[in-house]
């Protein structure tokens, strides 16, 4: 789906996860308790709207949800959907728009997108271009916006005191936008700039060839993103008109739903929001449905488009009229769960085990009044590419499987339950994006159904479910093939001979089209060349979790608790079980600590083994997914992280089906080498990601010892499947673990499950002092001029980057790191982007490295070279000192409470709760007060502090390195060896 964000989201976060040490403690019994009858006879829904009778509409909301609900339209038409809750840290509201570029008129496309950008710059009351931002910023929140086919919505958050003033700012955008000339000229660049920034990007260019194909009468045939040229002047008819008629034309208060969440109770919410919000224009627009065929061609037709990158993708889509109307019984998200399905006997599972397939997608690409497009979208082997015609042929015997017995009521009836479930223990998440969803869905859910629409299925109508699988036909269906062509000659010259290439107007994407017939797509079993699968459809799910029961423990903790395992000298388990959330939820996690790894041929290895397990595992684990049960086998910088999440009842049963295969995995050939050139395929293509991003992605290795993906695949290579099988005969013998058990395990099951992964894999019993988790960070040295790497970017943007170290791993230097970032943050982002318009990718973040400090100034320019933009992000940091030493005490105040709240922010579900404590364990706060820590270190900053560690951080004694994105050589390694010449040591943990 197209989603198009329009600042880029912090690309580090401030904290990251890793492990621990501890201290031997232990925690009280628990005791496995049901439900209490109230709680398992609740209701799986209750009526928001009865609590509260001043509401237009009742809403419908889980019953763990303690936030209370109102539903009211204002007298302008605008809907608005008042969200109270005293307890969240963040106040949040998105306001919704039903229009987007499919909107756009013919000759301005682009001007839905130009037009959400514009609102963001100035209105009457606060004509500032970065007042907004600097606002939000500053007061702890972030913004952001998207324009999509037929919706354009923009959001915030904020700490909750300050809902109301930030909303007074917000609301403004919908009464009197400034469109300030200057602006508006500066602000295309932006949009040519995100246009510019995406031209490599796959996903845009196969939009960009679909777009050109589609029916010019059909909206789809539109450029959506826009540039200089479809936002240029012209004679007479400035941009700035189109953009004003525009606005006047579709921002109408009767297609806007707005969605605010705050501590204040309803009535002041809704006081509130009439106060600001009943002054937006009612146009009373009325958008129709328009029926017009996608394609003007007629189905079938086959395309195949060149990627940028190694991509191998085949897609059958369907053109189907518009079902949003189809919400309560969901026919199509029944039939994507069919086709899409990747368990046992599965399309999926099947062409995997032939080697010709990765993985396997369907669903709606989109939804719009003037239709919809069902897609299934296959990730190929290269066997898979040469066969896809074949593999067409199968996803049409599969399809055919689907609709002739996949349409039974118990499936439907599992769904509805696992969804059921889902609703009855929805957890709360961040109020910005809960906010942006809701104000999003009540385009199509009716209002009494905008928190459980989503949830809600209303029964089996195998009628309605045939309605739409009687459009998934072959002579309906647009075949497209993502891959570089085959090199074998003779299909290549075929391919010649079928069609010419041509290049898409806005992306240059080569493909050609290719006529198809009917029997193209189909094929009897006794026909020559088709694929032996024996597929057969999923049996009932073993993973659906049966008795949700809560864990009652004796005492209450307020943190996790040292427990043994198997005697005194046994494992180490920090265990936390739950008192807080109440769901029947957990997250188990074994940090395994594996000896040698600082080195790139083990770490490849790692990378690899882990690969092969979780492909063995895919088919088996996919019930326990789709039943709200995942896991991973994650990395961290010594070992691999196993964990197992979600509801907590069957987890002891799934983490034994892992381990199980961890410990002996298949050796099977061609798993081997499918799962090799997959990630062969992965790591090589993060050449060609955005610039920024690989620029970034050389900063760990630089500051580690670890290697950049594309070192790492010329190590894999040259690797076989007996090399793996040599690494993995002693991977555990002189291995360690660290469990963590959090939420609703009790005591003796997070013991029984940290002896299974034990005693499964072979792990060796540490004593105390092996437990140590060690890390090392490279302690740069302060060097004039800050010294510079280059980068090669295959791209024609540039990119600089600054980074800049902490002088000591102390959380006062944290604090001061924290502050400064805080300080610069939109001050740099409007002078570099919105004033200069150096590029779209332009920003600050801080980006710690276990406990040491790191600070980061970037910008991707499509105009200046980096060179160029290293000058200005110096120049600007230099002039900034002037406004650093101008700070008074009421700013710092400000400054601390936009950084503690983040740092403070309360947990609002287990997961979250979970994350803090392995947060805690990994950076050695053994007390799990990490955050406490840091934020009295940010309370006891004075001004001083903050002025002088400015002076000596960013500009006197900086301890940084630059990375410059270049073109002039193509060596993809980094220059370690210099690096070492600018090392003064390491940080090492624990000291
Ligand atoms: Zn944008």
């Known amino acids: 789906m197209e989603f198009r964000a329009c600042y880029l989201v912090l690309l580090f976060s401030l904290f990251s996860l890793v492990a621990c040490s501890p201290d031997d403690n232990s925690a009280g019994t628990t005791a496995k308790t049901p439900l209490s009858t109230e709680q398992s006879t609740a209701p799986d829904w209750f009526v928001a709207g009865a609590e509260d009778e001043k509401g237009d509409e009742p809403v419908y909301k ?70 907004y931002q600097a606002f939000i910023s500053e007061h702890g929140g972030m913004h952001n916006a998207y324009t999509s086919l037929e919706e354009t919505n923009y959001f915030f958050d904020v700490d909750a005191p300050h809902l109301m003033a930030t909303l007074d700012r917000f609301s403004r955008f919908f ?55 479809t936002l240029d002047d012209r004679k007479d008819r400035p941009v700035r008109d189109d953009l004003l008629d525009f606005y006047q034309k579709y921002y109408s208060a009767n297609q806007m739903n707005l969605v605010v969440l705050g501590t204040e109770n309803l009535d002041q919410l809704q006081a509130a929001v009439e106060q600001r919000f009943a002054k937006v224009p009612n146009r009373k627009l009325v958008l129709p449905e328009q029926n017009i065929p996608l394609f003007a061609k007629p189905l079938p037709f086959k395309v195949a488009i060149t990627p940028v990158k190694e991509l191998r993708q085949l897609s059958i889509s369907f053109p189907l009229p518009t079902v949003a109307a189809t919400w309560p019984t969901k026919p199509v998200d029944y039939l994507a769960h069919l086709i899409g399905h990747e368990g046992e006997g599965s399309l999926l599972a099947e062409l995997k085990r032939l080697g010709l397939a990765e993985s396997l997608s369907a669903g709606l690409v989109y ?69 942006s969803q809701i104000s999003s869905m009540l385009h199509t859910f009716p209002p009494s159904e905008a928190l459980r629409g989503p949830y809600f299925y209303q029964g089996y109508n195998a009628q309605e479910i045939r309605d739409i699988a009687d459009r998934l036909r072959p002579d309906n269906a647009l075949v497209t093939v993502v891959a570089r062509p085959v090199e074998d000659p003779a299909a290549e010259s075929s391919q010649e001979s079928a069609a010419p290439q041509t290049l898409s107007t806005y992306y240059q994407a080569p493909y050609r089209v290719e006529a198809l017939q009917v029997a193209d797509l189909t094929g009897g079993d006794d026909e020559p060349g088709l694929l032996q699968l024996s597929l057969h459809l999923p049996e009932p799910n073993a993973y659906i979790p049966e008795h949700l029961a809560l864990n009652k423990p004796d005492t209450v903790q307020d943190k996790p608790a040292l427990i043994k395992a198997g005697g005194d000298q046994g494992l180490s388990i920090w265990h936390y079980p739950d008192t807080v959330f109440q769901t029947p939820r957990a997250l188990f996690e074994a940090r395994i600590a594996i000896a040698d790894l600082q080195d790139r041929r083990r770490e490849t290895l790692l990378d690899l083994y882990r690969a092969m397990v979780q492909d063995q595992l895919s088919s088996q684990t996919y019930p326990a997914a789709q039943a709200g049960l995942g896991f991973d086998i994650g990395r961290w910088d010594n070992g691999l992280s196993l964990s197992v999440k979600g509801y907590s009842e069957k987890q002891p049963l799934l983490l034994a089906e892992i381990t199980a295969v961890m410990a002996q995995p298949e050796w099977d050939e061609a798993r081997f080498a499918r799962v090799k050139s997959t990630l062969l395929r992965l790591w090589r293509n993060t050449a060609k990601d955005w610039p920024i991003s690989q620029v970034f992605a050389a900063v760990s290795p630089l500051l580690r010892d670890s290697w950049l993906p594309l070192e790492k695949a010329d190590t894999l290579d040259s690797l076989t499947m007996a090399d793996l099988k040599a690494f993995v005969a002693d991977l555990y013998g002189n291995s360690h673990a660290r469990y963590y058990a959090g939420g609703n395990l009790d005591r003796a099951t997070a013991s029984d499950m940290a002896l299974t992964v034990s005693d499964k894999l072979g792990l060796r019993a540490a004593g105390e002092d092996a437990i140590a988790i060690n890390y090392e960070v490279k302690n740069l040295a302060a060097t004039e001029p800050v010294p510079q790497f280059d980068i090669y970017v295959d791209h024609a943007d540039n990119v600089a980057v600054l980074f800049l170290q902490g002088a000591e791993d102390t959380l006062q230097e944290r604090a001061l790191f924290a502050l400064i970032e805080k300080v610069a943050e939109a001050p740099f982002y409007s002078d570099l982007r919105t004033e200069k318009q150096l590029g779209y990718v332009v920003g600050s973040s801080i980006s710690p490295m276990h406990r040491v400090p790191g600070l980061m100034f970037y910008v991707q320019s499509p105009t200046m070279e980096s060179t160029g933009l290293r000058s200005e992000i110096d120049g600007f940091l230099t002039a ?34 979970a994350g803090r404590h392995l947060e805690s364990l990994y950076l050695g706060y053994d007390d799990f007060d990490f955050r406490s820590r840091l934020a009295e270190s940010i309370r006891n900053t004075t001004l001083a502090d903050l002025q002088g560690a400015y002076q000596r951080v960013v500009l006197k004694q900086r301890e940084g390195i630059w990375l410059l994105s270049s073109r002039d050589t193509e060596d993809m390694s980094l220059d370690r060896t210099k690096r070492d010449t600018l090392v003064e040591g390491v940080f090492t943990y624990p000291q």
Do not use: C
């Open 62 to 131: 889980s019953p763990n949800d303690d936030r209370q609900y109102r539903y009211v339209v204002l007298r302008n038409g605008l809907s608005a959907l008042l969200i109270s809750d005293p307890d969240t840290d963040k106040a949040a509201a998105s306001l919704s728009v039903n229009v987007g570029s499919f909107d756009n008129p013919p000759e301005r496309e682009g001007l839905a997108h130009f037009l959400e950008h514009m609102l963001f710059l100035g209105t009457d009351k606060y004509p500032e271009p970065g007042e």
């Open 175 to 229: 009464v009197a936008p400034l469109f300030n000339p200057e602006y508006v000229d500066r602000e295309r660049h932006a949009v040519e700039s995100e246009y510019r920034l995406k031209l490599k990007d796959d996903s845009r260019r196969e939009w960009d060839v679909l777009r050109e194909l589609a029916n010019p009468e059909h909206p789809f045939s539109q450029f959506s993103v826009g540039n200089l040229t």
């Open 367 to 435: 939804d719009s009044r003037a239709g919809a497009l069902f897609s299934t979208t296959i990730s190929l082997t290269h066997a898979g590419v040469a066969e896809s015609d074949a593999i067409t042929r199968a996803f049409f015997n599969w399809l055919e499987l689907v609709k002739t017995r996949g349409l039974e009521e118990w499936r439907y009836a599992e769904l509805a339950n696992l969804s059921r479930i889902a609703f009855r223990f929805a957890d709360k998440h961040a109020p910005i994006n809960y906010v």
């Open 880 to 913: 900034f000192d002037e406004k650093v030493a101008a700070l008074g005490e009421e700013d710092l105040q400000r400054l601390k409470q936009a950084v503690l709240a983040s740092i403070e922010e309360k947990p609002k579900n287990i997961m979250e709760l």
